[in-house]
């Protein structure tokens, strides 16, 4: 709760993954709120009402999950929400001449987006998600001690240059401080 506020306030991309990986954790506790109390909850050393903000935190999440049927996989349509935000951002920045930084940075990862979609045998998902799904997969890989292949370490580190630029921007747009301000380049 306090980690997804900051981060949220600070990198948009730490904080999707951020709470992506929150999903998961939910999921890998069925959902079960008694087990996350003791799995996660009690792990931190807090005062007992922040404690207690943190299991409301998480039992509302529960419900929103429950609610929007995403108790076995997909996403919360508050993270959703983020996706929407930013590939409305990056269609604002790809058509906006004076972006030529991010517009390069994107055809740079294209390709790596272009075969992980043909991979995956889904075109379902936007470039924006696929950035991010290639991202969380390859931090699931890690957290299980997979080997990642140089290919995959190479399109991994584009997409992370290419999501840093996308957050910053985000960030700064959130300030309004992106298209009214010639400096922000």
């Known amino acids: 709760m306090y980690t997804a506020s900051q981060k949220r306030k600070e990198n948009i ?12 954790l939910i999921r890998a506790n069925n959902l079960d709120i008694d087990k996350i109390r003791s799995s996660i909850i009690d ?14 935190w ?13 108790e076995k996989n997909g996403h919360l349509q508050l993270n959703k929400n983020v996706i929407i935000q930013l590939d409305d951002l990056h ?3 790809m058509a906006d001449p ?6 390069s940075a994107f055809y740079h990862t294209l390709p790596y987006i272009v075969e992980l ?26 957290l299980q001690g997979k080997e990642i292949s140089k290919e995959t370490s190479a399109a991994i580190s584009g997409i992370t240059r290419f ?11 959130q300030e309004d401080k992106l ?6 380049k």
């Open 13 to 24: 991309a730490e904080y999707l993954l951020y709470m992506w990986q929150i999903e998961d």
């Open 91 to 93: 269609r604002q920045l």
């Open 179 to 184: 298209f009214d301000n010639p400096d922000t």
């Open 43 to 56: 792990l931190y050393d807090l005062p007992p009402e922040k404690k207690k903000e943190m299991e409301e």
């Open 58 to 70: 998480y039992e509302s999440l529960i419900d929103m999950m429950r609610r929007e049927g995403v």
């Open 163 to 173: 999501l840093s630029l996308l957050a910053r921007y985000f960030k700064l747009d």
């Open 98 to 103: 004076k972006f030529v930084d991010y517009q």
């Open 117 to 142: 979609r043909a991979r995956q045998g889904d075109d379902k998902l936007g470039e924006i998600e696929t950035c991010f799904a290639a991202l969380y997969g390859t931090l699931l890989m890690r």
